[in-house]
């Protein structure tokens, strides 16, 4: 308690937000944030990936703030993810993309990009294509060393897309703690390779 009554920041390996989770409850405490609830399915998946990429980097030593979507403070680490999914009205007119705040962050986002362009077989949209990409609520409250990557992991409203990544979610933590300890140089976890 202390630590948030002097504005202190909290410090950890590696900060992973699971989109959405935890709205609509949460959006009363956080009226500066848009409460936006994720498209339709989102919020049931994003804190799998989430936990099963905190579960593991654990298993290997790294210390990881797991938070939902809204929550309180500042945190300083090597690395900060927030996990999503994007939607699309009509459907299958978005892929996967990556968000950051800062030209520091390309390097991660293109080593992200490079490693899920392996197995995703849908594409991606260019960086940053949209607000929500490029000013997301979030990065004012982590200082990340590494990278602070929004990574939106393919478009849940589109049945190929959806179909591809149902099986896969928690492959999807896995893969993710591989990208997360090898690009802060921690952990050693090793690369789950393609899902079996
Ligand atoms: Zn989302």
Known sequence: MLHLLLGATLAYDVLISAGHEGRPASCARFPQHRCNLGAQGERAWTPIVADSATQILRRYGLTVARLPADFAGTYRVAAAVFIHFDGSNPPCRSSASIGYPHARDLAAARSWRALYARYWPFGFQPDNFTAGLREYYAYRQVDAR???????LGEITCPAQHAWLAPRLNWEGALL???LSKLIGKGAVPDPGAFR
């Open 146 to 152: 590494d990278a602070g990557l929004v990574l939106e």
């Open 177 to 179: 703690a591989y990208y």
